[in-house]
């Protein structure tokens, strides 16, 4: 397999709240070094589309919930 750990960063994400308190996920993700010549791209970061899209700072279904909220308010909340 032509990958290999590169190296780890940590990224934050604000998820739901838990009985009102904010909650941030602290996640440990890699980086990945591609030795294949055939791509442009050498390194590439692990991705995790069941919890976060692609430069996101929400969770998947903070996102969604926060989206929620304004079309049941329909822009009418004050």
């Known amino acids: 397999m032509p990958f290999r750990v590169h190296s780890h960063y940590s990224r934050v994400l604000a ?5 009102g308190t ?10 990945f070094f591609c030795s294949n010549l055939c791509y442009r791209r050498r390194i590439f970061v692990e991705r995790l589309p069941q919890v976060a899209k ?25």
């Open 15 to 19: 998820d739901l709240p838990w009985h």
């Open 22 to 31: 904010p909650v941030q996920l602290h996640l440990d993700v890699r980086r």
């Open 54 to 78: 692609v430069h996101a700072r929400k969770t998947v279904r903070f996102t969604e919930s926060l989206c929620a909220i304004g079309l049941a308010l329909s822009g009418e909340a004050g």
